[in-house]
């Protein structure tokens, strides 16, 4: 990957359709050209710019891209920056003929986890203990809250809700956390084609709204 790519070349590079197979790699290729420019790091942690769209989108649609079109050639993903209706767009020839749908993506963070993160930036070390039961309901809340906002906007009728969940920590009661709050929410959500939930080790949730 280009390690000297323009703000338009950045963005391009970005914007490109790549298969799935190809996806997550193409991502942190572009997370590691980011570092290594100028100020890169501050830009990475901070969220600043282009940074924010590659970690809280590209990101998650390359693992999107992995655990559930399981890295298939066959079927390509295009990321789409800007504020329109989806993040994405995926094309599915894995039938056949190809099938276009969109994807509207959003991950599990608040303003605790940005300061955070700045902090651990600056500082280089961030030190806090959360107990199981805190951070299930800090979790639970942010899932609540996100399901929330985008039961109440437009999306094209193809469109998938992909919600990326950053915690490492995924047990078995923070996944039933998880899956009260979306059974709770379920019925709202039926402008989605499906919901997924994903974090970097797979698949957490997955079902269709009633229609």
Known sequence: MNEHLSNDEFRQAMEFPYPASDYLNMAYGLCSVLQSTPDGMKKFMHRIGLAKELQDEMVPLGYLCK??????????ARLVLGNQAGDAVIVDRRSGAPVSSHVEITVLENETEHKKRVELHKTGVVTEIVSETRLNET???ML????????????PSDTMLLVFCKANNHSASLQRTFASVADELKSSLSRFSRVLMASRNGILLDFSAPS
């Open 144 to 155: 609540r809250k996100v399901l929330t906002k985008k039961s109440g906007k437009e999306y």
């Open 67 to 76: 655990y559930f079109y399981e890295e298939s050639p066959a079927v390509e």
């Open 139 to 141: 979790q639970g809340a």
